[in-house]
């Protein structure tokens, strides 16, 4: 009789065990999860605290020797609704100092003038900006590189990262009156001696005809 009411005590214990078990595996599971959870929320507040946010725009076209405007502007910020828009934005790290380069790869496609100071210090309550006037002297389709350079300090010493913002090829969109312009600008020389050198020639036969005649 004993025997009976001990086994019975005994599977009664084990299944008592098993329960305990999975309830123990169960709350791990969650409390994992929780913990898990909480560190990618601490990482987004992490990467939101070194990351930034990128608003630009290269046109998909320009015009043939007329300057437009270009320009760059980094915020941590929310990113305005009209400006989205007409803009792309995306992340970039951020750092106390940026500088930004709008680069013709050729060097002989555009003119562009930085009309801002090109290395600025960027802080977290408002936006900076950098504006280009580019203007195109060739037609065609040209190349435009953004490119921010965020400057940090390391181990090291101050150190620098260029990221490329954009890079677009650009439709230039011929005008007449400038592509006449720009064709006398550059063969100006060629052109005068075309017109005048007939001129001259015309001059010296006669005055070689005159003096014979003489």
């Known amino acids: 009789m004993e025997n009976t009411n001990s086994k019975k005590l005994s ?29 990618g929320i601490m990482n987004k507040k992490i990467e939101s605290l070194n990351f930034g946010k990128a608003i630009y725009s290269i046109p998909d076209s320009l015009t043939l020797g007329k300057y437009e405007e270009i320009n760059l502007i980094v915020t941590r ?56 006037l580019v203007k195109p002297v060739k037609s065609g389709n040209s190349k435009l590189i953004l490119i921010a350079t965020i400057k940090y300090n390391d181990r090291i010493g101050e150190n620098s990262k260029d990221v490329i913002i954009q890079e677009k090829h650009t439709f230039i969109r011929p005008c007449w009156y400038m592509t006449i312009y720009l064709f006398f600008q550059e063969y100006w020389q060629w052109i005068i001696a075309a017109l005048f050198l007939p001129i001259l020639f015309k001059l010296i036969d006669l005055k070689s005809k005159s003096k014979n005649g003489s």
């Not at 329960?19 to 560190?39: D, G, K, P, R």
């Open 77 to 132: 910020g929310q990113v305005d609704k009209n400006l989205k828009k007409v803009n792309d934005v995306q992340k970039i790290e951020f750092a106390t100092r940026i500088q930004a380069n709008l680069v013709d790869p050729t060097g002989e496609n555009f003119k562009i003038k930085s009309i801002s100071t090109k290395e600025q210090s960027v802080n977290k309550l408002s936006a900076t900006s950098w504006k280009f």
């Open 11 to 39: 599977t009664k214990a084990k299944i008592i065990n098993a329960a305990y078990l999975i309830f123990i595996v169960i709350l791990a599971c969650n409390m994992s999860n929780e913990v898990l959870s909480s560190f």
